[in-house]
């Protein structure tokens, strides 16, 4: 509970700034990583968009004349980012963050779907995984619905979903010892700007299968200083908190059990996540076999 316990520990803001330039803020507890950011992140913020003559920003002028990744931006390969970033990030810290992960282009077309959805009446409450006794809107406040990505309104989401499990798919095998074998539906969530949030919670407390939590979010010209809304993780073990700005075009995956406790703080402008789930094989046959799938769509 706020206002009990230890001080609060310092904040660990991620990503870097020019990342592979200046040092990683986990830096001090393993020098792996500091390398391999050279080879993998974009680590910068969405800059600001120059108005045009027509009216359209920079990033809305691309758009229209692509369909795709940007012409000109620099594309790791996914598996080389997957084997060289985000491998070791994981396992070293628990928490990954990738900008630009998708593009300006199909980033748009996403954000697009996911506004379309809310203007269509798709979405609902969100649900607690476990019952509880306080009404769900007190501890979360987010409005949802889930997508499987085959929808003729949900296309671009659908390629995200694709492009989430190509990435994970090349880490087989070396996330944390897990036997990666599916994933959820893709939850696309809003916070509709009210200032609500969702309190400290961790996804996976209960071994239900759930084992890595990627979220990619849809948000431009973020300020967390006026909008609120950042996540906030707190790493078991650690003396240190971590502060994601939920910025356009940017790819988090962390840990889904009590390793990353964390909560999302109060939005003041609409916020869109897009979240999927990914299973371990063993704990997930577990699961279904002690009947405590909960809440949670497949």
Known sequence: MEGSGPPDPPILDLPCQNMGREACPLESEGSAVGSLLLLALNGHREP?????????????????????????????????????????????????????????????????????????????????????????????????????????????????????????????????????????KAMVACYPGNGMGYVRHVDNPHGDGRCVTCIYYLNRQWDSKVHGGILQIYPQGRQVVANIEPIFDRLLIFWSDRRNPHEVKPAYATRYAITVWYFDAKERAEAKGRHQLGMWKV
């Not at 790791?76 to 070791?88: E, F, G, Q, T």
């Not at 969100?126 to 003729?152: F, H, K, M, N, Y």
């Open 48 to 184: 600001k968009r120059r108005r045009l003559e027509n009216g359209d920003s920079e990033g809305e002028a691309a758009a229209k004349r692509h369909r795709g990744p940007d012409p000109g931006e620099s594309r790791v390969p996914i598996s080389r980012l997957a084997l060289d970033y985000v491998v070791p990030c994981m396992n070293l810290y628990g928490i990954c963050v990738k900008d630009s992960f998708l593009g300006e282009a199909l980033g748009s077309q996403i954000l697009a779907e996911a506004e379309g959805l809310n203007r269509s009446g798709k979405f609902h409450d969100g649900q607690l995984v476990s019952q509880r006794t306080v009404p769900s809107r007190s501890i979360r406040g987010d409005q949802i619905a889930w997508v499987e990505g085959r929808e003729p309104s949900c296309q671009a989401i659908g390629i995200l979903m694709a492009r989430i499990d190509e990435l994970i798919m090349h880490c087989a095998g070396k996330l944390g010892g897990y036997d990666i074998n599916g994933r959820t």
